[in-house]
């Protein structure tokens, strides 16, 4: 899912059923053997829809290029892989949840919602 399409779906979910709630979270998706952190971002909606109140979730983190494996041919040696990210280009995942009645958010595939 591109930005432009994003977009479309929050004007399309708030003209039917109006947003309850907008934020974006940043999250951590790996840390460097050096310790620089590599981070992605939710950007959630929160809205009452069809099937009781629902959570649009839009995931996006850079994506992998590359990877790099670091080890030495000393007995006891360590071994790491690290993983090159593009400084330009995203790997975007969408997810959508619906409110259970005990509080807890389950997700919802678009299939059984007749999205494709």
Not at 15 to 28: A, H
Not at 84 to 91: G, K, L
Not at 107 to 114: A, Q
Request: charged share 35%; hydrophobic share 35%; aromatic share 10%.
């Amino acid at each position: 899912m591109n930005a432009r399409k994003w977009e479309n779906l929050i004007f399309k979910v708030e003209e039917k059923f109006g947003i309850s709630k907008q934020y974006i979270e940043t999250f951590e998706v790996a840390e460097k053997h050096d310790g620089q952190k590599i981070m992605g971002k939710k950007e959630i909606i929160e809205f009452k829809g069809p099937l009781g109140l629902m959570k649009l979730e839009k995931i996006s983190q850079p994506r992998v290029i590359d990877q790099k494996v670091l080890s030495s041919r000393r007995v006891g040696g360590k071994v790491a892989v690290d993983f090159v990210y593009s400084d330009t280009e995203e790997v975007f995942r969408f997810n959508i949840y619906k409110k259970e009645q005990g509080g807890e958010w389950k997700e919802v595939r678009p299939e059984t919602m007749g999205i494709e």
